[in-house]
């Protein structure tokens, strides 16, 4: 059973930054992809980035430059640093774990987190 656990969230006037943290325990696959979410109020939930098994990463292209993930396997941690916040980057933000096709489909991931919110203000 994979666990993933978000922190990180927080709120932030706009054009600051913050890191976001994704716990995953020792069932996570090594060969899965990992992923990071959002969803917004009254929106559906959008992918904001992938990063394989074999290092490689996909970034929505709204969101290149200003967002970057990274792995630690040492800490079972994926980390998303998100820089130059924008009033409409608020949301809840998701860590997800899965094998599926699209990187940026909701159902492509089989294991979720719990989310943490981002308010940019």
């Known amino acids: 059973h994979v666990q993933l656990v978000e922190s990180g969230g927080g709120s932030v006037q706009a054009g600051g930054s913050l890191r976001l943290s994704c716990a995953f325990d020792a069932y996570t696959p090594a060969n899965v992809r990992m992923a990071w979410f959002r969803q917004a109020p009254g929106k559906e939930r959008e992918g904001v980035v992938s990063f394989a098994s074999d290092g490689s990463s996909i970034y929505a292209n709204s969101l290149k430059g200003r967002f970057s993930i990274s792995r630690d396997n040492a800490k079972n941690t994926v980390y998303l640093q998100m820089n130059g916040l924008q009033v409409w980057d608020t949301g809840m933000y998701y860590c997800?774990?899965?094998?599926?096709?699209?990187?940026?489909?909701?159902?492509?991931?089989?294991?979720w987190g719990q989310g943490t919110q981002v308010t940019v203000s």
């Open positions: 997800a774990a899965g094998c599926g096709g699209g990187w940026d489909q909701t159902l492509s991931y089989a294991y």
